[in-house]
């Protein structure tokens, strides 16, 4: 398992946010990190990424915890609502980015990576000049700069309009054809059901299923995964 | 090292391209053109009243625009977790705050050496003149402004309002030239252990009164570089023992 989440419990301003999680991911998997708004997902993408600590249980990417060299080295993120320095131009971010990366020798020079997020375009524009979409496939370029086994993406198709949508869902496919792991947070259940083999559902700070997309659906006796989805949290829709 | 060096660097290119530093470099500009028209109003040495004029205008706005646009690049970066990108690509999050400390520091001595060069100009257009004395002002000025930058990061990590750790370092920063005078006064007049709590206040603010140094370069007064490198090393001594404890705090912060 390249991920491995063990009964985490986190508590932010006394409030109970994360209520013992626990799931795991296989290596070169694109797994899908379902939840309403407000049930966790964020926090438990901060507590993968080193950004925050856990009150209790073990988080382990690549073997090693958030914040530890190889965890750091194995890790590419790219967070909510990406927001890179709009002053700058597309190179020279990535230049920055590959600057800051743990790597010694970059694998991928500039306009190949650019290609491969299909952005090869905009290699000298602004970044204020990007569209969303854009700006979303500049995020992932930035989080591949170092080469990681992993990608942690938080809610990448969020705001893209059906062509954004499409061409960032087409490069985490390719990512995953390159043998990269996508982890990735929505509340957009057609995306998680168009690319994800496994999910894991987290409503209200508790994991309420891991495991393949399939086996979720029959569980909860849902057609789509939507239809799986309101079936998994039916109790709460009706309150 | 090297990580500390590229943030530094895009720290400094970011601040470049922010419309705060061209609107603020417009404005001291501004102020100098109307420092000439003042001087014009004296009697004997237009160029030195000029000189006054500018030297306190660029101490003053330089200052403002400055710790303004540090203040609110950084809290930007917070809100909208562009810090994060940064962040978790670090072995040592203390490297962010360094990196940070350093750009905005050798952007601030770009910009006054840039207004330097400028009243250096009206100087030597206007009364024919070569004052290269005016580029020791300059120097002086980013001694200062790494004390306050150094305030400022410590403040950042304690304040969530941009607004608070504006008023605070400008506060401490402004309080600090008046604290040998705060000095004299407590050692005579009080008593017992508020006497020791005055004294240590003392060496904990930084002690800005140090640098006005303004009347010393345009009357040609002693500043001797002794007394400059006196400075220097004060200001750097002071300066990185603050950023490095706002490093050592933010690198041991659980929560980002």
Redesign the interface.
Known sequence: MIIEIRNVHKF?KKKHILKGVSFSVEKGDLFGFLGPNGAGKTTTI?IM?????PNEGDVYIAGAKPGE?RA?KS?G?L???????I??RVY?FLE??Q????SKDSWIKLPELLRLVELDTAYNKMIGSLSKGMLQRLGIA?ALV?NPSVLILDEPLSGLDPIGRKIVKRVMLNLTEMEKTVFFSSHILQDVEDLCISLALIHKGSIIFSGGVEEFKLLYSGVSLEEAFFNSIKEDISE | M??I???G??TV??G???KILYVSLFIIIALIIFSFYLSLLTLTSPDIAFLSFSFYFLKAFSILALTFLTVFQLYKDKR???Y????????NKAYYIWGKFIGYNILYLITVSIVSLFIFLIVYILWNEIMLKIFIYPLILSEQFFILSAIIFLLYLIFTSPTLTIISSLAIFFASHFSLDFYLFTVKTAKGLSKYIYILLYYLFPNMELFSLEKNIIHNLTLTPLNFTNLLSYSIAYGILISFISGLIFNNK???
């Open positions: 932010i901060s990424t080193g950004m925050m600590k060299e750091i890790v993120y967070p909510e609502n990406f927001s890179p320095p002053g700058l020279e920055y980015m600057g800051l990366s743990s930035q170092g | 090297k990580q060096k590229y943030i660097k895009y290119l970011e470049v391209r922010d909208k977790r562009a994060e990108i940064v962040l978790t690509k670090l072995y659980r929560d980002f």
